[in-house]
């Protein structure tokens, strides 16, 4: 039983060997019983002087080497027979991985070995492009989603994520310059909104006419990518649009709900004019798709915000309305705070965030009694600390809207003071930013120059006295600047 298991694991283990260890067993096997001969021949002449071996023998011995020498032979064979398998095996699983013409070429070589090495660099060759592919996706990748997260973290509109998405695109499929076209109300002309990879001034928009027979009026109403010639678009006025624009064109239409609100463009590098291959349209259509869902949402929370806004602008002035001596009291500071800013020659962002904080900087008012309110004498220190919750309550009624979210800092502090002793977070000197120290001072001018339930309204010399002596208070290069703007007659 012991002997039958050795010879088990003998011929399992001669199995599993490898074929240069095979080819020298069987070598050697078929090599011992000639060897064996001659020597056997050799002893016979040194001994006798001749060959002494009867007709028996020497056929016993011949039959022996014929056996010994066609075993070999059958077991070699055997061993090639695989070898030739497995280059039939390997050519066949070839044609899924190189093409026809590489396929040819290797077939062309003097034997199955020549083969085999040929189809085994040829794969290396193909594996090695796969790994340099898969690390160039890698750092792409990588790249893209240090661009999203970017893109995430800075987002104040829809624009910076449009840009984007160009930027991606662009990269993704080796482009030149992307565009994208939103329609106008009336569906008669494209305005370029966003663009990468050339130099645009989104203040100055470009129109670009739609016409019949225009590749782009077909791509929007087939609904469907297409590769056009930017040619025609060349042909306008507008001298920027061959820049924006190449010979070879990709659109992709922005398709929402059927509805198609804009279109997507990306024309390709200088010396690769060739065109767009089917995925590229379909990638970029389906990006185009996406993109549409984000512009539609973007406009649907505008609308929203503005209504909010509208609404809060509202309740804003309902509070100042009710109570007849503060009435007109937030149109006055606005006013005050505009002319104060336009002086400062503050850009047009920062004027509309002065001009709505102005609006709303009292709308936490709406949370106070109307009883401290309108109260005709002074307040006692409990009523103070419910009157001063206003700024905060205001704060917190507005926080919550993303685009007015930059309304917060000016609503919250405009009654913090320079030296500290203002209200609600005590803030001093350059922790009060430049917007909250305007409306301070337009604030507390309106304040000194209207009636009041507790005492008359003060004269403009008194005001701008009590002003001026307010240097621990207010920022008394914004007073000067108010005093200037005044009317001399007010």
Same mark, same amino acid.
């Given at each position: 039983?012991?002997?039958?298991?050795?010879?088990?694991?003998?011929?399992?283990?001669?199995?599993?060997?490898?074929?240069?260890?095979?080819?020298?067993?069987?070598?050697?096997?078929?090599?011992?019983?000639?060897?064996?001969?001659?020597?056997?021949?050799?002893?016979?002449?040194?001994?006798?002087?001749?060959?002494? !071996?009867?007709?028996?023998?020497?056929?016993?011995?011949?039959?022996?080497?014929?056996?010994?020498?066609?075993?070999?032979?059958?077991?070699?064979?055997?061993?090639?027979?695989?070898?030739?398998?497995?280059?039939?095996?390997?050519?066949?699983?070839?044609?899924?991985?190189?093409?026809?013409?590489?396929?040819?070429?290797?077939?062309?070589?003097?034997?199955?070995?020549?083969?085999?090495?040929?189809?085994?660099?040829?794969?290396?060759?193909?594996?090695?492009?796969?790994?340099?592919?898969?690390?160039?996706?890698?750092?792409?990748?990588?790249?893209?989603?240090?661009?999203?997260?970017? $893109?995430?973290?800075?987002?104040?509109?829809?624009?910076?994520?449009?840009?984007?998405?160009?930027?991606?695109?662009?990269?993704?499929?080796? $482009?030149?310059?992307?565009?994208?076209?939103?329609?106008?109300?009336?569906?008669?002309?494209?305005?370029?909104?966003?663009?990468?990879?050339?130099?645009?001034?989104?203040?100055?928009?470009?129109?670009?006419?739609?016409?019949? $027979?225009?590749?782009?009026?077909?791509?929007?109403?087939?609904?469907?990518?297409?590769?056009?010639?930017?040619?025609?678009?060349?042909?306008?006025?507008?001298?920027?649009?061959?820049?924006?624009?190449?010979?070879?064109?990709?659109?992709?239409?922005?398709?929402?709900?059927?509805?198609?609100?804009?279109?997507?463009?990306?024309?390709?590098?200088?010396?690769?004019?060739?065109?767009?291959?089917?995925?590229?349209?379909?990638?970029?259509?389906?990006?185009?798709?996406?993109?549409?869902?984000?512009?539609?949402?973007?406009?649907?929370?505008?609308?929203?915000?503005?209504?909010?806004?509208?609404?809060?602008?509202?309740?804003?002035?309902?509070?100042?309305?009710?109570?007849?001596?503060?009435?007109?009291?937030?149109?006055?500071?606005?006013?005050?705070?505009?002319?104060?800013?336009?002086?400062?020659?503050?850009?047009?962002?920062?004027?509309?965030?002065?001009?709505?904080?102005?609006?709303?900087?009292?709308?936490?008012?709406?949370? !106070?009694?109307?009883?401290?309110?309108?109260?005709?004498?002074?307040?006692?220190?409990?009523?103070?600390?419910?009157?001063?919750?206003?700024?905060?309550?205001?704060?917190?009624?507005?926080?919550?809207?993303?685009?007015?979210?930059?309304?917060?800092?000016?609503?919250?502090?405009?009654?913090?003071?320079?030296?500290?002793?203002?209200?609600?977070?005590?803030?001093?000197?350059?922790?009060?930013?430049?917007?909250?120290?305007?409306?301070?001072?337009?604030?507390?001018?309106?304040?000194?120059?209207?009636?009041?339930?507790?005492?008359?309204?003060?004269?403009?010399?008194?005001?701008?006295?009590?002003?001026?002596?307010?240097?621990?208070?207010?920022?008394?290069?914004?007073?000067?600047?108010?005093?200037?703007?005044?009317?001399?007659?007010?």
């Amino acid at each position: 039983m012991k002997k039958n298991n050795k010879k088990i694991l003998f011929l399992a283990s001669f199995e599993d060997a490898s074929i240069l260890r095979k080819f020298t067993i069987l070598f050697l096997i078929t090599s011992i019983v000639p060897m064996v001969l001659l020597y056997y021949f050799y002893l016979q002449t040194t001994q006798h002087g001749h060959i002494d !071996i009867s007709t028996i023998n020497f056929t016993y011995v011949m039959v022996l080497m014929v056996l010994g020498v066609f075993m070999g032979f059958i077991t070699i064979r055997s061993l090639l027979v695989k070898v030739i398998s497995i280059s039939k095996q390997n050519s066949k699983s070839l044609e899924n991985l190189l093409s026809p013409e590489t396929i040819q070429e290797l077939n062309h070589g003097e034997n199955e070995i020549v083969i085999l090495s040929r189809s085994f660099s040829a794969v290396t060759q193909r594996l090695e492009e796969n790994v340099r592919s898969l690390e160039l996706a890698k750092k792409t990748l990588h790249a893209v989603m240090s661009k999203v997260g970017q $893109g995430i973290s800075n987002m104040e509109s829809i624009d910076t994520f449009l840009e984007l998405i160009l930027d991606t695109l662009t990269h993704a499929l080796d $482009g030149k310059v992307a565009t994208l076209l939103l329609l106008n109300d009336q569906k008669t002309e494209l305005i370029v909104n966003t663009v990468y990879g050339a130099s645009y001034d989104t203040k100055k928009k470009i129109h670009l006419k739609l016409f019949d $027979g225009s590749p782009l009026v077909k791509a929007m109403s087939d609904k469907k990518p297409m590769t056009v010639s930017g040619i025609f678009l060349q042909n306008d006025n507008t001298p920027q649009l061959k820049e924006l624009f190449g010979e070879t064109l990709l659109c992709a239409p922005l398709v929402y709900h059927d509805r198609v609100s804009g279109m997507m463009t990306l024309s390709k590098t200088d010396g690769h004019s060739e065109d767009f291959s089917k995925e590229d349209l379909d990638l970029v259509f389906n990006l185009a798709s996406q993109t549409a869902i984000a512009i539609e949402n973007s406009k649907l929370n505008r609308d929203i915000e503005k209504t909010y806004f509208e609404t809060i602008s509202a309740l804003a002035l309902a509070v100042d309305a009710k109570d007849k001596y503060s009435r007109g009291h937030l149109d006055r500071v606005t006013d005050h705070a505009l002319m104060i800013g336009k002086h400062l020659g503050l850009d047009d962002e920062d004027l509309n965030t002065l001009r709505d904080a102005a609006r709303l900087h009292d709308l936490g008012k709406i949370g !106070i009694p109307d009883e401290i309110l309108k109260k005709d004498s002074g307040l006692t220190d409990e009523e103070w600390v419910i009157m001063r919750s206003h700024a905060e309550i205001g704060e917190s009624i507005i926080k919550p809207v993303r685009s007015l979210q930059h309304l917060c800092d000016i609503v919250r502090h405009h009654h913090e003071k320079l030296d500290g002793s203002g209200y609600p977070d005590g803030l001093k000197g350059e922790e009060i930013s430049p917007l909250v120290r305007i409306l301070s001072v337009a604030d507390v001018y309106d304040a000194l120059t209207t009636d009041r339930p507790y005492r008359p309204r003060k004269s403009k010399q008194e005001a701008i006295s009590i002003l001026r002596s307010m240097k621990n208070h207010l920022d008394q290069d914004i007073v000067n600047i108010l005093l200037e703007g005044l009317d001399p007659e007010g």
